[in-house]
């Protein structure tokens, strides 16, 4: 089991920035890999970015160069710093652990609004 907790988020400007935290308990294998998905109004919920424990990184090609994963293996928690923020990053956004790590099940934090407004 991995529970997580997420904090930050809120309303931003366009061109404004805000950082999303996500701390982890739980199963050391399955926080191994954690990232962040978003989930606009009527849209799928799609895969923003992810950070594994050994530095491997994945970032949607449309947020590269705006937004950076990061994390803290000491305290088990991922980051989501967030630049020049446009109206089209306005989702929930989703902390995830275990999704990519065979035999993990997908953990989901409980979600936090970001709304960019113009």
């Known amino acids: 089991q991995v529970h997580l907790v997420e904090s930050g988020g809120g309303s931003v400007q366009t061109g404004g920035s805000t950082t999303l935290s996500c701390a982890a308990s739980?199963?050391?294998?399955?926080?191994?890999?954690m990232g962040w998905y978003r989930q606009a109004p009527g849209k799928e919920r799609e895969l923003v970015a992810t950070?594994?424990?050994?530095?491997?990184?994945y970032v949607l090609h449309s947020v590269k160069g705006r937004f950076t994963i990061s994390r803290d293996n000491a305290k088990n928690t991922v980051y989501l710093q967030m630049n020049d923020l446009e109206p089209e990053d306005t989702a929930v956004y989703y902390c995830?652990?275990?999704?990519?790590?065979?035999?993990?099940?997908?953990?989901w934090g409980q979600g936090t609004q970001v709304t960019v407004s113009s």
């Open positions: 739980g199963d050391s294998i399955c926080i191994s890999s």
């Open positions: 950070k594994n424990s050994a530095g491997n990184t």
């Open positions: 995830n652990a275990g999704g990519l790590i065979t035999g993990c099940p997908h953990y």
